[in-house]
């Protein structure tokens, strides 16, 4: 399991353009805008609406790791507990896995908000929407432990998919709330 955490680990932050330039014979640095035109960076935008179950998780646990700006053990731990155990996860190959977290990690870092409001057109099944916002939970951990990011982030998960996670409780509504808000109070979704 370590070691699969450590490959996980590996893949995202070297796997992006930034460190794949480094490497490159050329490697004077590049601004922001040179590496967006990157071809692999042209062919991840290209497919910001496209995907499916797989594509919709990784990319929240993208955003959610970088709302949050770290990753605790633990969560990594379980982020590669459902990456190597869980359908349709365990099915891929590690170049397969790694190739998606790789891509959906370069549209969350150059379509910005885009990233967040597509996700309703990767996950256009009512079911994988509920499935996926479980699954992320899941590994994000209890909401009492949300730090205001990734609290703030996950609830714009509910709003753009117009689902909310199995456990949702808002901790900022009284402790005998029911476990689900209603949506109709979220801001409207603009896709």
């Known amino acids: 399991m370590r070691d699969a955490a450590i490959e996980l680990s590996f893949h995202t932050l070297y796997g992006t353009p930034w460190m794949i330039q480094i490497g490159t014979a050329e490697s004077a640095p590049m601004l922001a ?43 990594l731990e379980r982020s590669n507990q459902l990456l190597h155990g869980r359908p349709p996860f365990n099915s891929m190959t590690a170049q397969a896995r790694a190739g998606m977290i790789r891509e959906q ?25 509920y499935r996926g916002l479980n699954l992320v939970m899941e590994v994000a951990g209890p909401v009492e432990e949300f730090d205001p990011a990734t609290l703030a982030m996950f609830r714009r998960f509910q709003v753009t998919l117009l689902t909310l996670a199995r456990e949702w409780r808002d901790p900022d509504l009284a402790p005998h709330a029911p476990a689900a808000t209603r949506l109709e109070t979220a801001p409207e979704h603009t896709a």
Request: glycine content about 8%; overall charge positive.
């Open 33 to 75: 805008h040179e590496v967006r035109e990157l071809p692999q960076v042209q062919d991840a935008i290209r497919r910001l609406k496209s995907g499916g179950y797989a594509e919709g998780i990784v990319r929240m646990l993208v955003l959610l790791a970088r709302a949050r700006g770290a990753v605790r053990r633990e969560r």
């Open 105 to 129: 990690s370069m549209i969350v870092e150059f379509c910005g908000d885009q990233a967040i409001t597509t996700l309703a057109d990767i996950l256009i099944d009512p079911v994988d929407r």
